[in-house]
């Protein structure tokens, strides 16, 4: 068995605490509800723009990789990981000014898919972290077989989240309370 590197060891703590914390605070500062504060509602197509933009960058760094583009891999990670903390930023602080949107379809199926996909990208999205962490730490440490290994684990699920981010907001954004205003508003 290889001997940890002195990054990896550095690095260790900073992911497990990450990786418990930023759950637990999303958690928390969901259910705060700023009042006096304007709604935020423009924010929630930006951010589903941002898992969509995540994908691509994702896809484009794989290739860059298998195409020995070693830095430009190393950038598009790096705004893969700078687009992930944009959208968690901006979707805290849509849900810390507006109220939760409830999915409105009636039809069974289309609630019991919508449900799926949602609960397969909240589970996963908590996943995500100390993988992505761990992986970028073993690029960083130049353990290139071990992230090698990990990467392989953890592109499909990060790439699973972004999507879906997008998809749960393809489905849920006629059930926004300004987009039903909006309509509603049509003579």
């Known amino acids: 068995m290889e001997a940890t590197?002195?990054?990896?060891?550095?690095?260790?703590?900073?992911?497990i605490a990450l990786s418990i914390a930023i759950p637990v605070v999303v958690a928390i500062l969901f259910r705060v509800k700023l009042e006096d504060v304007e709604p935020l509602s423009f924010l929630p197509p930006i951010?589903?723009?941002?898992?969509?933009?995540t994908a691509v960058f994702l896809i484009a760094a794989?290739?860059?990789?298998?195409?020995?583009?070693?830095?430009?891999h190393e950038t598009f990670m790096k705004i893969c990981i700078g687009l992930s903390v944009a959208f968690l930023a901006m979707y805290v602080a849509?849900?810390?000014?507006?109220?939760?949107?409830?999915?409105?379809?009636?039809?069974?199926?289309?609630?019991?898919?919508?449900?799926?996909?949602?609960?397969?990208?909240?589970?996963?999205?908590?996943?995500?972290?100390p993988l992505v962490l761990?992986?970028?730490?073993?690029?960083?440490?130049?353990?290139?077989d071990k992230h090698k290994?990990?990467?392989?684990?953890?592109f499909p699920i990060w790439l699973y989240v972004a999507i879906t981010g997008v998809?749960?907001?393809?489905?849920?954004?006629?059930?926004?309370?300004?987009?039903?205003?909006?309509?509603?508003?049509?003579?």
């Open 62 to 72: 794989v290739i860059a990789i298998k195409n020995k583009k070693v830095k430009l």
């Open 94 to 129: 849509y849900h810390m000014t507006s109220e939760s949107t409830k999915y409105g379809n009636p039809d069974a199926l289309m609630r019991g898919v919508y449900f799926f996909i949602l609960i397969s990208h909240i589970i996963l999205s908590i996943a995500i972290i």
């Open 167 to 187: 998809v749960v907001y393809l489905m849920i954004s006629p059930y926004y309370k300004h987009t039903i205003d909006a309509v509603n508003a049509i003579p």
């Open 5 to 15: 590197t002195d990054i990896e060891k550095k690095y260790k703590k900073l992911i």
């Open 149 to 154: 290994k990990i990467a392989k684990i953890t």
């Open 134 to 144: 761990i992986t970028y730490v073993k690029a960083l440490a130049k353990r290139f």
């Open 47 to 53: 951010y589903a723009t941002i898992n969509g933009i």
